[in-house]
């Protein structure tokens, strides 16, 4: 255990200073937190930044139920987050007692287990006792990424006296605390889910390689990578990446503007295609629309998540992951076999020039330059943010908006994102915890997922992480204009749907003590992140968008790009047939 996020209260003083006497005596990091909810996502952010379980500490009663919503996303992301909350002991249960409620049940719908100490108080269980269930609880952490929950009742006194404290560390210091659990997912071993359909496949024949967010593990991503870049070479299938797959721009066969390419209607082989999907589907309606309409076979392979990852409902899934795959059938293709010149190299070449196509029409209409629009920040900054540091995306129309507009740079740089239960909940607090444990991070957010987890900001007294906020404030949830909702009138639709909050950023920012500054063109975005990098601890950037005006731009940018690769690739074909 490397970092424990704690949360103040009273049943769980023995949990709290317990945590902060082995500070100094292990690696453990110790962060506290008012907010429980903000507590537990900056939990998750941890975890998934670091691929180690992270640990949560609160008291009892409602302190437990707002543990849900990052307990919910850590379920969908495959994040191991242990839940270690404080109850009440048996006697107090059911009578009217304070702070007393049925706690827990309140996690077990999304946690991967959940286990109990004596209903009593865990003052009856033996010393050894104690340690086999912080064993057994790690263990199955470690086995089974994802939530956990671990209710222990305390009988007061809460609060041992400093000669029992200093007794039970002096017996801490003399034993060995390492852990033999490996942090491995397992699968059954008379699992052969789909493994002679996926075997079928046929990397000769045309293919195209769809990769969605990653949901392994840190330690199990240079595997997949080293996978992935094999397979394309030898098939030569084209890569479509999500910017949240974890892969970097210097992965061959990447075709960066795929959706720009999918809208513009691109020639496709539909005799013998096969569709590989690894992971769950990106965050795009136009990638799902085509491949709902593609009569090509299709596969979706997990890194452990065994649920079903098909919202189409077109494809057969193998959860075992790509390396595993990748490691079972590579001796079927033998080193000197290279399809160079088969269809899907072919294929791959004529996607690749399209690719670049798109990458110089998005440079020569989208440039640094002037009025702020959402199309156009994300495409300037995926080329000035210094590719050092990671990148996290809230949900909504950030993400969107980098897939779409953002172009080969924006896999320069290791992005985070939370698409799991896809909210806006929590993201500042997952900012956070990916800052804390990586050091500088940038956070690219709308204004109402920034109000909705404001107190994220108060993770800011732990080590002072360098969370720098890009904040798009267009007036409320600017992705509703993007729904083509003219059924309701434009105040309906603010009222029902957008929700314009009068809320002063600068203000709340310096009442946190968060430096901000105010950017209201696109030229000065460099001295304003270079400013940001100067100071010490987290710091905000305020840009204003318009959402009515920046939903037409990307339409027209769209219907535009698409006319535009009509006419090359006409014009091309007519030299073609000239020069003959």
């Excluded at 500054?517 to 905000?540: F, N, T």
Aim: proline content about 5%.
């Amino acid at each position: 255990m490397k970092y424990l996020v704690l949360c103040p209260g009273s049943r769980s003083g023995p949990l709290a200073i317990a945590a902060e006497r082995l500070v100094g005596l292990t690696e453990l990091k110790l962060i506290t937190c008012l907010d429980e909810r903000s507590a537990a996502y900056c939990a998750l952010g941890i975890a998934t930044a670091t691929g180690n379980p992270s640990v949560v500490v609160t008291t009892s009663g409602t302190a437990v139920a707002n543990l849900l919503p990052a307990a919910v996303e850590a379920d969908r992301s495959c994040q191991s987050i242990l839940f270690i909350t404080a109850d009440r002991p048996l006697r107090l249960k059911e009578c009217g007692a304070n702070q007393t409620v049925n706690q827990q049940e309140f996690l077990s719908s999304v946690c991967r287990f959940v286990e109990e100490g004596p209903k009593e108080g865990i003052h009856q269980l033996s010393e050894s006792k104690v340690t086999n269930l912080g064993n057994q609880v790690w263990h199955r952490l470690c086995q089974c990424p994802g939530p956990a929950h671990l209710n222990l009742s305390f009988e007061e006194p809460l609060h041992p006296s400093s000669s029992d404290q200093k007794d039970i560390l002096s017996e801490f210091k003399n034993k060995s605390q390492k852990s033999n659990s490996e942090f491995l997912r397992s699968f059954p071993q008379d699992d052969q889910e789909h493994s002679n359909d996926l075997s079928s496949l046929d990397i000769s024949k045309p293919g195209i390689i769809i990769a969605g967010p990653w949901r392994g593990l840190e330690k199990d991503l240079s595997a997949f990578l080293k996978a992935l870049k094999e397979l394309q070479i030898i098939s030569g299938w084209p890569i479509f990446a999500d910017t949240l797959s974890a892969i970097g721009s210097d992965m061959p066969g990447l075709i960066a503007n795929w959706e720009l390419l999918i809208y513009s209607e691109f020639e496709i082989p539909q005799k013998d295609l096969q569709i590989l999907r690894l992971g769950p589907m990106p965050a795009s309606r136009i990638l799902e629309t085509w491949l709902l309409n593609l009569s090509a076979r299709q596969i979706v392979i997990s890194e452990g998540d065994r649920r079903n990852l098909d919202p189409l409902k077109k494809s057969i899934q193998w959860s075992h992951g790509l390396s595993k795959w990748w490691e079972e059938s590579s001796e079927r293709f033998k080193p000197e076999i290279i399809f160079q010149e088969n269809k899907s190299n072919t294929f791959r070449k004529y996607l690749t020039e399209l690719d670049q196509l798109v990458e110089l029409w998005l440079a020569k209409n989208l440039q640094p330059h002037g009025q702020i629009t959402e199309p156009s920040l994300a495409h300037t900054l995926s080329r000035i943010l210094p590719s050092t540091f990671p990148l996290m995306l809230s949900a909504s129309s950030p993400i969107r908006d980098w897939i779409t507009f953002g172009g080969k740079k924006s896999l320069d740089r290791r992005c985070f994102g939370f698409r799991g239960a896809s909210g806006i909940d929590g993201t500042l607090s997952l900012g956070m915890g990916i800052a804390i444990s990586l050091g500088t991070t940038f956070l690219i957010t709308g204004d109402l997922a920034l109000i909705h987890d404001i107190n994220g900001w108060l993770l800011s007294a732990n080590h002072s992480p360098k969370l720098i906020v890009i904040l798009i404030d267009n007036s409320g949830g600017g992705i509703f204009n993007q729904l083509q909702l003219e059924e309701f009138k434009k105040g309906d639709l603010e009222k029902l749907f957008v929700m314009p909050q009068m809320v002063d950023f600068f203000k709340v920012a310096s009442g946190y003590g968060v430096p901000a500054r105010q950017v209201s063109c696109l030229d000065d975005l460099d001295s304003a992140i270079e400013w940001c990098l100067s100071k010490e601890g987290p710091s905000l950037i305020r840009v204003c968008t318009y959402p009515d005006k920046d939903n037409h731009l990307r339409l027209t940018i769209r219907d535009d790009l698409k006319e535009h690769l009509k006419k090359v690739i006409l014009q091309n074909e007519l030299n073609a047939y000239c020069s003959e």
